[in-house]
């Protein structure tokens, strides 16, 4: 049976590693917080007392962790010094392009397979396996790591060399943030001109200011009933998980002297909402922020 040692059972990696076990795998479960090793094994995995006993005879490892300090730590200290040569390691965490490269640098120059495979989705898709990967791996590992990952995804996209992953999820969240903003300052104009929101949603959605944003997760609540603008902005992914991307995007440009004035932008505004206490919103709640709402 193959076997899966995760890292990081949070609010994303909990789901994951369920979905790990229910596709057969024996998966032995590790997180700093008992209560969540606890709830895995109540799954039916097996909890381990560090992430070092974890790994050990592991054929797959995964880490799903906060950033990248926790993931080169974990990384140093109890994967590589105790995992099988032949495992295959695969960091799924949203990390700066450069602790990425260094972990799968460390890693290969042990002799390991590794690869950083980033997601997109919220917790929805990680307990539903049905997320999005960017998977960053030399080409001829990619089948190997794209089997790995299968139980939890919908989506599994080789994306280039190791970094390659990161540098995708930056970009395009990045991207996202900023549609997101543009799209809700068109609502905050809208109002004040005294454009009907559901009007201006059906003629943008078909004009050429249509985007996910608009048509898929619209902020102004009522045009797309699934959006967390319906539920007050509950759910959904946290403006404050915004910003740590953003942060990341804005840190990655800055380190390659790339021009990202909107993206910069994009940043400071989310700042301004997560200061002002609306770090646990759903981000498009940033149109009540321009509203003057929140
Ligand atoms: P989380 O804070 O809920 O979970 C992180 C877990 O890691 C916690 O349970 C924590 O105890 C554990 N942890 C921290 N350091 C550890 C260590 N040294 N050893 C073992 N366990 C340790 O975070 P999350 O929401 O699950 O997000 C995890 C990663 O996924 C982040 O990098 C995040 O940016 C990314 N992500 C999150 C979402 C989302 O919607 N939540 C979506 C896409 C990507």
Request: proline share 3%.
């Amino acid at each position: 049976m193959t076997r899966v040692a995760f890292i990081g059972l949070g609010n994303m990696g909990s789901g994951m590693a369920a979905n790990q076990a229910k596709a057969g795998r024996e998966v032995v479960a590790y997180d700093l917080n008992a209560e969540a090793v606890a709830r895995a094994t109540e799954q039916g995995m097996t909890g381990a007392a560090s992430a070092a006993e974890a790994v050990k005879d592991a054929d797959i490892v995964i880490t799903m962790l906060p950033a990248g300090k926790h993931v080169s730590s974990v990384y140093l200290e109890s994967i590589l010094p105790n995992a099988r040569k032949d495992a295959l390691l695969i960091d799924c965490s949203t990390i700066d392009v450069d602790s990425a490269r260094t972990v799968a640098r460390d890693a290969s120059m042990q002799g390991f397979r590794a690869a950083d495979a980033p997601v997109s989705g919220g917790t929805a898709a990680a307990t539903g396996g049905t997320l999005t990967f960017m998977v960053g791996c030399r080409e001829q590992d990619f089948a190997d790591f794209e089997d790995a990952l299968k139980p939890m995804a919908k989506a599994i996209i080789h994306a280039g060399s190791n970094g390659a992953g990161q540098a995708a999820k930056i970009c395009n969240n990045m991207l996202l943030g900023i549609s997101m903003i543009g799209t809700c300052e068109a609502f905050a104009l809208a109002e004040r001109l005294g454009l009907d929101a559901q009007k201006f949603f059906d003629i943008a959605s078909k004009a050429s200011g249509q985007c996910w944003s608009l048509t898929s997760y619209c902020p102004w609540p009522g045009p797309v009933p699934a959006a967390p603008s319906n539920r007050d902005y509950e759910g959904g992914f946290a403006a404050a998980m915004m910003l740590k991307d953003l942060t990341l995007a804005q840190d990655a440009a800055e380190a390659m002297g790339a021009s990202t004035p909107l993206g910069g932008g994009a940043e400071a505004l989310f700042k301004e909402l997560v200061g002002r206490g609306h770090g646990g919103k759903d981000f498009s709640a940033i149109l009540e922020m321009l509203r003057g709402k929140l």
